[in-house]
């Protein structure tokens, strides 16, 4: 028995291979204080302006132990933990999701609050 030749490959990388799709295994997902949000533009210095699911718009950095590891751009969906203090204007960004695991989200309904309908 054959099975169908589709191609469910993504683009090939840097060096010409064609790599499988990843498979989602687990999505994080926001805890205790942390909240999802959208990234919405880039302000330098590691921060970023973030709309978040409690309808607030921080200013938000990466942490330094994941400076090296968060890559940050704009359309992204991340977890934000907002500080302590000034929490309501300011926080860090802990997680940033891959394009498989926005798309879970979005087909579980985590991002309701976040995705704007535009007509």
Do not use: A
Not at 10 to 16: A, S, T, Y
Not at 37 to 63: A, H, M, N, Q, Y
Not at 91 to 104: A, K, L
Not at 111 to 119: A, G, H, P, Y
């Amino acid at each position: 028995m054959q099975l169908l030749d589709v191609k469910m490959y993504h683009k090939p990388n840097r060096h010409g291979q064609q790599q499988p799709p990843q498979e989602i295994t687990r999505v994080r997902l926001p805890r205790g204080r942390e909240v999802l949000g959208v990234v919405e533009t880039r302000l330098g210095f590691g921060k970023s302006r973030i709309i978040c699911s409690d309808s607030k718009t921080r200013i938000c950095r990466v942490p330094g132990h994941l400076k090296r590891n968060l890559w940050v751009r704009p359309d992204n969906i991340v977890i934000v933990e907002p500080w302590e203090f000034e929490g309501d204007d300011k926080g860090d960004i802990v997680f940033i999701y891959s394009e498989n695991q926005t798309d879970w989200l979005k087909r579980n309904n985590y991002l309701k609050t976040l995705i704007k309908q535009e007509f």
